[in-house]
């Protein structure tokens, strides 16, 4: 298989020496699916060689190990052990240090990681990882769209890896299934005319932008999962459950990447957290007051802290003519960004906090703020920073 060249990262067999031989492991990852799927990755891995370890997700992390701890951040360049996100996913590294430290790591984690963080499967670093998922039959790539239920209509309606006018209402996505009439069980043609419905209605929306075109691409063609390998129907749903989680419920999230055999309480809880966060980001955009201004288009909402992240990178794969996308939620005082390259917006957000009087968080291609009061000033801060 053909991969893009990637961005180095920390070497491998560096860091699994490290922490071989660490007495307590500290891993703190990003609040986003790949820096979680890396997490899980790495904690599987210590726990099979008995190396006690602690694993947290914060929006900013910061690496603090007492004594002879290890601390790896994960998702953020911080610290000495850091598995950076860039071009190459944190997940993939994560994955090569848990083959150094000589266990086997389950890929199918690893690729959802790969998924969530824009990336796709075979490229940017992870086409051991594919192969790996092939050779033992874990994953195989077929037709139609990447969600990770069974019901497709309650898939489609809150997945957040696309923007159709129906997203975040199931009934109306069952009617528009309906008018394809698709078989109970759907061969190949069925999942390619799911395909088409969705590529099509994503595309042709009347607020559609130029780039969503392309941005629903990563929801197509999925990779399927073998119901031996993986809680969900397919990689792609299961980023963007990982996605989800990562902000709506972090807990259930890092439960979920530690268990090579999640039970049917955990799976239920994470769909229900991703269904949640999902129609609530669709509902927000629902109602939106957009402003375009120069190099980004602000939407002003009103949704909860844990989806205005999910509302900013919708916004911008699907909706924004501008490189950079905000979701502004005046009653919260919350503000988050999100680019279609690395422009720097963790920083951007850090400077406009601390000119408007605030926290600011984030790293190249997203972030955040947070004021007490009125957050137009920190708006302005931000686009002046940008």
Do not use: K
Not at 106 to 130: F, N
Not at 214 to 240: C, M, N, Q
């Amino acid at each position: 298989m053909t991969e893009t060249t990637a961005e180095p990262g920390p070497a491998p067999d560096a860091l699994a020496s490290v922490l071989a031989d660490a007495p307590f492991v500290r891993l703190v990852a990003t609040d986003d699916g790949d820096a979680l799927a890396a997490a899980g990755t790495l904690a599987r891995a210590l726990r099979e060689r008995a190396v006690p370890f602690q694993v947290r997700i914060a929006r900013d992390p910061v690496t603090d190990a007492a004594g002879d701890d290890v601390a790896v951040a994960l998702g953020a360049d911080r610290g000495p052990h850091a598995i950076p996100a860039g071009r190459r996913p944190a997940s993939t590294t994560a994955f090569a240090v848990a083959r150094e430290l000589g266990v086997d790591p389950d890929p199918v984690i690893a690729l959802a990681g790969v998924v969530a963080a824009g990336s796709v499967p075979g490229t940017d670093g992870s086409g051991d990882v594919l192969e790996a998922a092939e050779r033992v039959g874990a994953v195989t790539r077929r037709p139609g769209v990447a969600v990770p239920t069974a019901d497709l209509a309650d898939g489609i309606a809150a997945s957040t890896l696309l923007r159709t006018p129906y997203s975040g209402d199931v009934e109306a996505t069952r009617a528009a299934l309906a008018a394809l009439d698709l078989p109970a069980e759907l061969d190949e043609d069925a999942h390619r005319r799911l395909a088409s419905l969705v590529a099509v209605d994503v595309a042709g929306a009347e607020d559609a932008s130029t780039r969503s075109a392309s941005a629903v691409e990563r929801a197509l063609r999925p990779y399927a999962i073998d119901s031996s390998a993986g809680p969900f129907e397919t990689v792609g749903g299961h980023a963007d459950v990982l996605e989800a989680l990562a902000r709506e419920e972090p807990g259930t999230g890092v439960a979920l990447a530690l268990a090579a055999d999640p039970g049917d309480g955990l799976r239920t809880a994470a769909v229900d957290a991703w269904r949640s966060h999902g129609t609530a980001a669709h509902r927000a955009l629902d109602d939106a007051t957009t402003g375009r201004y120069d190099g980004c288009l602000v939407a002003r909402v009103d949704a909860p802290a844990s989806t205005l992240p999910t509302v900013a990178r919708i916004l911008r794969d699907f909706r924004s003519p501008e490189p950079v996308a905000i979701g502004l939620d005046e009653s919260s005082g919350r503000i988050a960004a999100a680019a279609t390259e690395d422009r720097g917006i963790g920083d951007a957000c850090r400077s406009a906090a601390n000119e408007a009087g605030g926290d600011g968080w984030g790293g190249g291609t997203r972030g955040g703020i947070a004021v007490d009061g009125d957050p137009t000033d920190a708006l302005a801060a931000i686009r002046g920073a940008l």
